[in-house]
């Protein structure tokens, strides 16, 4: 996956968390969203937003490379979240595996703009 297209991928999904958390992977995998879920949904997408606008303004290795470190510390901080907190486990998983997604496409961004 290049760089622009993780960016315009982030800037959607974080769009979309930002208008509709209820149609965010985290309700739709997760079985729904409560009120504090929805709020922090919300400020999810306003981090994915923030990080795709810097990596659209700033579309270097080293901004891939921080991206992929913040998604997987998503991904680690959600399944810590899942396993400590019952009421939140099922949306806590579907963040996690979606920002695991991210890590990934962004390791392959990263791992891309290097052979080039």
């Known amino acids: 996956m290049t760089g622009a297209l993780l960016t315009g991928a982030r800037a959607a999904y974080g769009v979309v968390q930002l208008v509709a958390p209820g149609w965010s992977g985290e309700a739709l995998l997760g079985g729904g969203l409560d009120t504090t879920s929805r709020r922090a ?3 999810l997408g306003a ?5 795709a606008s810097v990596s659209a ?3 270097m290795r080293e901004v891939l490379v921080l991206g992929a470190v ?6 680690a901080s959600m ?3 899942a396993v400590g907190v019952r009421r939140y486990r099922r ?9 695991a997604a991210f890590t990934i496409a962004g390791a392959l961004s990263v791992r891309s703009s290097s052979e080039m």
């Open 57 to 59: 303004a700033r579309p």
């Open 41 to 43: 949904v919300r400020l």
């Open 91 to 99: 949306p806590a998983m579907a963040s996690a595996a979606i920002a």
């Open 79 to 81: 399944v810590g979240l």
């Open 70 to 75: 913040v998604d997987g510390l998503h991904a």
């Open 47 to 51: 981090r994915q937003v923030v990080q």
